[in-house]
């Protein structure tokens, strides 16, 4: 493959990769610099990238990689959102919308206390709804070690408090 | 996209699984939000362009100070203060509202041009990276006019041309806003001989009409308050860090006091730099952590980017 299919590739796949890292970090920043970097490897690997048989499944584990390496440099996070209660607190009543809020941030909250592993798992399968062996092959894992990490993760958020209502 | 809604794991007691459907829904739906987060693809491919020929233009100072000895230690030890910020800054930024104008281009007098100056127009907009109601989609071009070619792009920033000065010969080749056009074409010129009629580097950097970058660097703060702020608020870059901090500072917040342990992430950062600068990558971290018998590919990054720092080398290539 020469250029022309990179570019198309990137061209192809950069929506829906921004989409993923978004979905994956809840970070719009994130999301854009993650991507970005990716973009970069991407051009420097691509013979290799070009061998592959679903280049887009290799895509989504480079940004997958990308994400869980700036977690882990930047793991010390000194800067907080405020929670959906004290934001509620000082909103006014608008039942519907607050309640959509309320159960995006506890839901956001326990997919962040999830492992990165967990993480991905979960939005792989609940957005980008690939099976579970694609997502063994963006993991480099094996379907048994998805479905354990899946079910680990529903557990946990099944058993979180601020997601039970 | 097609979204395949799985069951839950299989170990779930039957009384669970209409609880384990809600969830999944709710998963769902959270997640489309947070996808909806995404920023716009033309701009994150306009910034992964000018990041690559930024990491090539540093490269090729590396080893040419590799060559040079001191005068090349120098170079690397001591960048400049918009180089060690655009670790992901990107090239430029297009004026913010209604009262900034773009630069237009001054064609260089050595070169005769027939293209009509066209009325100013906004660049490319980073819009995940400006405050939402800055943001301009009319502004962002959505498909280059021509297909990529990395030849073409490398001739044209070899040849000593900036971003600014893409954005600048693409308004003047009534293209405006397409940059890639601009480099392409630009670059294919270069390669057959012609000049451009535009002087490389004679575009001013549009970073500067960034209100967010102005009200940062005018209140008298420097690179390392950028990376040292970066470190304190988890962001991903000292560029993306000051222009959080110029907006909190145009809004009359007070910046949060850097903490002490910020220093040493300062020098790890220059660390990682001087690696990425040298054209090393994650294989490579990884090979260096294996060589060196370190833990981690990131001890590598920075162990071997203190020795590229210091002048020294590392034992592997990149």
């Known amino acids: ?165 | 996209m097609t979204r395949t809604h799985h069951a839950a794991g299989s170990g779930a007691p039957d009384g669970s699984r209409g609880s384990d459907a809600q969830l999944e829904q709710r998963l769902s739906a959270v997640l489309r939000d947070r996808a909806a987060l995404a920023p716009q693809a033309p701009s994150v491919r306009a910034a992964a362009d000018a990041l690559g020929a930024l990491r090539r233009r540093r490269r090729q100072r590396a080893q040419a100070g590799a060559l040079l000895g001191v005068a090349g230690l120098l170079a690397v030890a001591a960048p400049r203060l918009d180089d060690v910020l655009g670790a992901v800054r990107p090239p430029a930024l297009a004026p913010v509202g209604p009262t900034v104008t773009a630069t237009s281009p001054v064609p260089s007098p050595t070169t005769v041009t027939t293209a009509p100056t066209p009325a100013p127009t906004p660049a490319p907009t980073l819009p995940w990276l400006l405050p939402q109601d800055a943001t301009s989609p009319a502004a962002e071009v959505t498909e280059p006019a021509v297909a990529w070619n990395q030849d073409d792009v490398d001739a044209f920033y070899e040849a000593g041309y900036t971003y600014a000065d893409a954005v600048a010969l693409a308004e003047l080749w009534q293209h405006p806003g397409d940059a890639t056009y601009a480099k392409v074409t630009g670059g294919a010129d270069l390669r057959s001989g012609a000049s451009l009629p535009v002087a490389p580097g004679s575009a001013p950097d549009l970073i500067g009409q960034d209100l967010a970058w102005e009200a940062f660097t005018s209140a008298g703060y420097d690179v390392e308050d950028a990376l040292a702020l970066a470190q304190l608020w988890q962001m991903p870059s000292g560029y993306s860090a000051a222009l959080k901090a110029g907006r909190e500072l145009t809004a009359g917040l007070k910046l949060p006091e850097p903490t002490p342990s910020a220093d040493s992430s300062v020098h790890d950062g220059r660390a990682r730099q001087a690696w990425v600068a040298a054209g090393y990558d994650d294989q490579d971290a990884q090979d260096l952590a294996g060589l060196w018998a370190l833990g981690t590919p990131d001890q590598a990054v920075l162990a071997g980017g203190h020795n590229l720092q210091g002048g020294q080398t590392v034992p592997i290539q990149p």
């Open chain 1, 1 to 165: 493959m020469d250029v022309d299919d990179l570019d198309t590739l990137v061209r192809q796949q950069l929506p829906a990769l921004l989409r993923y890292a978004a979905a994956l970090t809840g970070d719009r920043d994130l999301a854009g610099d993650v991507v970005q970097e990716v973009l970069l490897r991407v051009h420097s690997r691509w013979r290799r990238i070009a061998l592959l048989e679903r280049p887009d499944l290799y895509l989504r584990r480079m940004v997958t990689n990308e994400v869980t390496s700036w977690r882990r440099r930047w793991h010390v996070r000194t800067v907080r959102p405020a929670s959906a209660e004290v934001l509620a607190a000082r909103a006014d009543p608008l039942p519907d919308h607050a309640d959509r809020v309320a159960d995006h941030d506890v839901l956001s909250r326990a997919l962040a206390q999830l492992t990165a592993r967990q993480r991905s798992v979960v939005v792989l399968r609940y957005y980008e709804g690939l099976d579970d062996g694609e997502i063994a092959q963006v993991l480099g894992t094996s379907r048994a070690t998805v479905r354990s990490h899946a079910s680990h993760a529903l557990a946990a958020l099944r058993t979180a408090p601020e997601v039970q209502r």
